[in-house]
C-alpha cells in the first residue's frame, strides 16, 4: 500500500512514460518523426486514433489504478465520492447560477458589440452540435472530476495538512488541471495559450472548492463542471467573438476574458456560501 502521494506521482510519471513509447513506437512503425509527448504533427490516422484511444485508457488507470495502490477498492473509494446525502438543493442553485452567468456574459457581448450571433454551420451539422452538448457533458465531466478532484486533489489533500493545506492544494490542483489541456496542442500558429491557461485555472479553483467544500464529496464538482460545458459549447455554433480576446476571452474558452474570471470567482464564493 502506498501513500496518497506516492500513488498519484507512480501513475502520473508511469503514464508518461508508457504513453510517450506508445507513441513513439506508433510514429517509428509509420515513418514518422519521433516528437515529445502528444505534440507529434502528423495527421496519419494511423498514430492519431491509437493516441486517443491510448489517452483514454491512461484515464481510466489512473481513476482505478489510485484507489488500489492506496489499498482501496476503487467501487469503495467512488461510492465514498459519491456518497449520500445528495446535495440536490446546491447541486441545481449551481447548475443555474453557471449557466445564467453565462448568458449575461455573452447577452452583454452582444449588447456592446463585442459579439453576435449566427448560424455558423449548415442545419445538419448545427444539429449534431446541440444534441452533443446535451450528451456529452455529464459523462465528461464525471471522468475529468474523478481524475482532477477525486484522485488528484484528494492526493494533494492528504499530504498536505494545516490551515493552508486545502488552498495549496486547490490550487496546484488547478493548475494541473489547466496545464493538461494543451498538452496536446501541436499547431504553433493557433490562439496563445497563456490567457485561456489563466481561465481554466480559475475553473479548476472553483471546482477545487466545490470538492472541498462538500467534504470531499464529488457531487458539486461534476455538477458545476457539467453545466460549464454546456454553458460553453452550446453557444460556439452561435456566437461570433469580434473584440479583442484579451477583453472577451475566446469562443473556446469565455472564462478567460475578464468577466469570464469574475464569473469564476462568483461562482467560488457561491460555493463556500452554500456550504457553510
Known sequence: ??????????????????????????????????????????????????????????????????????????????RQAFRPPVPIDSMIILAMACIAGFALIYALYAVTGAAEFAFLYSN???????????????????????????????ALLNWWSGTWGPVLAI??????????????????????ALQPAIGLFFVGVVLGSAYVASDQTLWLPVTLHAAGILAVELPRSFVIYKANPKWIGYRSFPHSGPLGIVHMVSLTILVWYLQN
Open 171 to 192: 490550487a496546484l490542483s488547478s493548475a494541473v488541471f489547466s496545464s493538461v489541456h494543451f498538452i496536446r496542442r501541436r499547431d504553433s500558429k493557433r490562439k496563445p
Open 124 to 154: 445538419r451539422k448545427t444539429t449534431r452540435r446541440v444534441l452533443s452538448c446535451f450528451i456529452t457533458p455529464i459523462p465528461l465531466a464525471i471522468m475529468e472530476e474523478a481524475v482532477f478532484r477525486g484522485v488528484l486533489l484528494h
Open 1 to 78: 500500500m502506498m501513500s496518497s502521494i506516492a500513488a498519484i506521482c507512480v501513475l502520473i510519471v508511469g503514464g508518461f512514460v508508457f504513453l510517450w513509447g506508445v507513441q513513439s513506437i506508433l510514429l517509428i512503425t509509420n515513418g514518422e518523426k519521433l516528437a515529445p509527448l502528444l505534440r507529434y504533427q502528423t495527421d496519419n490516422p494511423s498514430v492519431v486514433y491509437p493516441m486517443k484511444v491510448m489517452v483514454q485508457l491512461s484515464w481510466l488507470v489512473i481513476i482505478i489504478g489510485y484507489p488500489i495502490l492506496i489499498g482501496s477498492n476503487p467501487i469503495d473509494f467512488y
